[in-house]
């Protein structure tokens, strides 16, 4: 069960330096960032497929979600999603539901 406060910390906007930006490949930065959970949420929908299965398969966003974030609940469901090897949409519809339920959850214990 989370605490109020692991929610609000989760919860955080970040600054820019720790904020999450989606590449296509090393060095082809799609343009867009996210700083906090509620920004990633949203950004998954936006963002390039291709985009989704470079981060997903090399870790960074499990990285960035338990290192940075802070949230291992939701980096091992991360992992898990990167054992099932979905790709293209299968693999953004997916990351969205599994991100947006640990969002709306967060949400609710945060405030």
Do not use: C
């Not at 330096?17 to 998954?44: C, H, P, R």
């Not at 936006?46 to 949230?71: C, M, P």
């Amino acid at each position: 069960m989370m605490t109020f406060k692991s929610s609000q910390r989760i919860l955080r906007k970040l600054p820019r330096e720790n904020a999450f930006y989606f590449f296509t490949s090393i060095g082809n930065y799609t343009g867009i960032s996210a700083d906090s959970l509620e920004e990633f949420t949203k950004k998954i929908l936006e963002v390039n497929t291709k985009s989704l299965e470079f981060h997903l398969y090399r870790g960074d966003f499990q990285k960035w979600i338990d290192g940075t974030l802070e949230d291992k609940a939701l980096s091992e469901e991360v992992k898990k999603l990167q054992q099932s090897k979905p790709l293209g949409n299968e693999l953004r519809d997916n990351l969205y539901l599994i991100v947006s339920k640990h969002y709306e959850k967060l949400k609710k214990s945060a405030f």
